[in-house]
């Protein structure tokens, strides 16, 4: 439903600023041949305006998936509501929320909420990386430590959207050895851990080898970027976008 609605937002905007009529493409002695409908009249369109032919076709198709889109929509949300309506009740993974905290205890569910899913991922306890003597000291508004100031803008960030995550919790990479991903984080609808790696020194040469390395090792592992690593990458003079950080934070894990 939320594609459909996306789809219907961008072919309503796509469609206000199409041209006007509509083509007809027809083949002359083995030759294409482009004509103009509008407003009852038909007209030839030349080779040089093929810009024009390029932009009615889209204009087809963008009010096809349109009208589509809205159908199909229109029939998901009564689906929906018929549903909501049906099984307010009987959810069968809503009976274990409904009992008494003495009998949950005593019960294995089908599934368990996302509160309590959230409550023992955030429970497990890990042996975190150490940090130089001289190091300085950055803290997120959880009153965690971490390593650059961009890192406490993501930390925060994942906390202001009530995203969990761990800091810097350990994962074995096979032919590159351990790791400390800057951040694993729970996408709580999915069940999913996603790995957040910022990439802050990308102007260093060094640092930067490094980093393409360390990615080439996620994959080789199967750990893909776009799917469960996400990267973001900052030099001196182009610093981390905090707007990109909260686009990629309802992207991915919300």
Known sequence: MEFLRRVIREKEQALQNAPTGTVNICK???????????????????????????????????????????????????????????????ICDSIYEKMSADRRMLIQPI?????????????????????????????????????????????????????????????????????HPDFTVLNVRMRKEIYFEHLGMMDDECYREEALRRILAYEKNGIFPGDRLVLTHETLKSPVNSRIIKEIILRHFK
């Open 111 to 179: 599934k368990l909420s996302d509160e309590e899913y959230i409550k023992q991922w955030e429970t497990v306890e890990y042996e975190k990386k150490g940090f130089r003597d001289d190091a300085p000291e950055y803290y997120t508004e959880k009153g965690e430590r971490v390593r650059s100031k961009t890192e406490i803008i993501i930390a925060n960030a994942l906390k202001k959207h009530e995203v969990p995550y761990r800091y810097e919790f350990p994962l074995m990479l096979k032919d590159y050895g351990l790791i």
């Open 28 to 90: 002359m002695y083995g030759r294409k041949q482009y004509y103009l409908n509008e407003n009852g009249q038909r007209s030839y369109i030349k080779d040089s305006d093929r810009q024009l032919v390029q932009s009615l076709c889209q204009k087809d198709y963008d009010l096809r998936v349109l009208r589509s889109a809205q159908k199909e929509l229109k029939l998901l949300e009564k689906m929906n509501a018929l549903y909501c309506a049906a099984a307010q009740d009987s």
